[in-house]
């Protein structure tokens, strides 16, 4: 076996994941449609469904628009912590809308899939009102902008 004569210094890795800039494009055009409600021993249980077709911010984008462009943007958003961490954030602030009153021990959980160039979010959360004000449920639905 030959011996190496030089080595390298430096290893190079190369790291692909979604650019916020790409998020908050998304997410001004997305679908939203929050509901939650508060159960009578005080469980809040909410969701919050993003929806967006890639086609409509085609135009925005470097990528081609295509299945496997939204395939790999759902792939990459579900591994992203901080694409995560910003869907969650997003989510808690749904949840404390809808409820209309301080939650504690929220827990979010976040899916993201495809269909075509459809990119679907499904966020639920669970959590304990702060206060019990009795047994009522609230929907409220908006379009990003």
């Given amino acids: 076996m030959a011996k190496a004569q030089r080595v390298g210094l430096f290893s190079r890795q190369i790291i692909e994941r979604v650019s916020l800039a790409g998020v908050d494009a998304l997410l001004a055009n997305a679908s939203r449609l929050s509901e939650g409600d508060i159960a009578p021993d005080g469980h809040f249980y909410?969701?919050?469904?993003?929806?967006?077709?890639?086609?409509?911010?085609?135009?925005?984008?470097?990528?081609?628009?295509?299945?496997?462009?939204?395939?790999?943007?759902?792939d990459l958003m579900n591994e992203d912590a901080v694409v995560k961490r910003r869907l969650k954030q997003l989510a808690t602030d749904e949840a404390l809308r809808v409820a209309e009153q301080p939650l504690d021990r929220l827990e979010v959980d976040v899916r993201v899939r495809s269909e075509g160039c459809w990119v679907f979010i499904d966020i639920d959360t669970e959590g304990h009102a702060a206060t019990t004000r009795g047994n009522w449920s609230k929907s409220a639905a908006s379009t990003a902008s």
């Fill in 46 to 74: 909410g969701s919050t469904m993003i929806t967006f077709d890639l086609r409509q911010i085609s135009g925005q984008l470097r990528e081609a628009v295509d299945l496997k462009t939204a395939r790999r943007l759902a």
